[in-house]
């Protein structure tokens, strides 16, 4: 099975996550999207982040209906700080007939080159690329590469900071929410 690893703090998750996650699942070789909701680092904690378990439920009521999305807390269990390296390695020995790839914004791409061991990504994963409005250039070093996929996917400018800003600032973000995701935020007052 092949599986595309789109990590986020989801905080919340919103309808671009999702637009995102299902267009490639319905419109790539990907077999299923798994969220991957990246823990709060111990070392650094910041106020607006929620708790771990409360950002894993968002992700389960957001992807509830679609069979190829799946929400993961895989780096729940791993030392921390976590890299993406790690967490890579630790599914491969977990599920060893699966084939993970990396879902990332065309953002993200930029400073690939500063992640840890990226070299090592690049060697056994594939990279699936999703566009974003940026600044900069891409690094040349990654032009045509063969595990660097460039997806047409909508480009989505939705910010969970806006989110978590306009509901502090008393702004009705629900059409930019699952309902359920939504309901939840509502019913547990975060963000306010």
Not at 16 to 21: P, V
Not at 167 to 190: E, R
């Given at each position: 099975m092949?599986?595309?690893l789109?990590?986020g703090?989801f905080?919340?998750?919103?309808?671009?996550?999702l637009?995102?996650?299902?267009?490639?699942?319905?419109?790539?070789?990907?077999d299923?999207?798994?969220?991957v909701?990246?823990?709060?680092?111990p070392?650094?904690?910041?106020?607006?982040?929620?708790d771990?378990?409360?950002r894993?439920?968002?992700?389960?009521?957001?992807?509830e209906?679609y069979?190829?999305?799946?929400?993961s807390d895989?780096?729940?269990?791993?030392p921390?700080?976590?890299?993406?390296?790690?967490?890579?390695a630790?599914?491969?020995?977990?599920?060893?007939?699966?084939?993970?790839?990396?879902?990332?914004?065309e953002?993200?791409?930029?400073s690939f080159h500063?992640?840890?061991?990226?070299?090592?990504?690049l060697?056994?994963?594939?990279?699936y690329?999703?566009?974003?409005?940026?600044e900069?250039q891409?690094?040349?070093?990654f032009?045509?590469?063969?595990?660097i996929?460039?997806?047409n996917?909508?480009?989505?400018?939705?910010?969970?900071?806006f989110?978590r800003?306009?509901?502090?600032?008393?702004?009705n973000v629900?059409?930019?929410?699952p309902?359920?995701?939504?309901?939840?935020?509502?019913?547990?007052?975060?963000?306010k």
């Amino acid at each position: 099975m092949k599986i595309g690893l789109y990590f986020g703090t989801f905080n919340p998750i919103h309808i671009g996550h999702l637009i995102i996650a299902n267009h490639l699942a319905e419109s790539s070789d990907l077999d299923q999207i798994w969220l991957v909701v990246t823990p709060q680092s111990p070392f650094k904690k910041k106020q607006s982040l929620l708790d771990n378990y409360q950002r894993l439920e968002m992700v389960f009521r957001a992807t509830e209906d679609y069979d190829k999305l799946q929400p993961s807390d895989i780096e729940f269990s791993l030392p921390q700080p976590n890299y993406t390296v790690n967490t890579l390695a630790h599914l491969q020995e977990k599920y060893p007939t699966h084939t993970f790839s990396l879902i990332m914004g065309e953002d993200n791409l930029k400073s690939f080159h500063k992640w840890k061991n990226y070299h090592v990504i690049l060697d056994h994963h594939d990279i699936y690329v999703y566009p974003r409005i940026s600044e900069g250039q891409v690094k040349t070093q990654f032009d045509g590469h063969k595990r660097i996929h460039h997806i047409n996917a909508p480009i989505m400018e939705l910010s969970s900071t806006f989110i978590r800003q306009s509901i502090k600032d008393g702004i009705n973000v629900k059409p930019m929410l699952p309902a359920s995701v939504w309901q939840y935020i509502d019913d547990m007052h975060f963000y306010k």
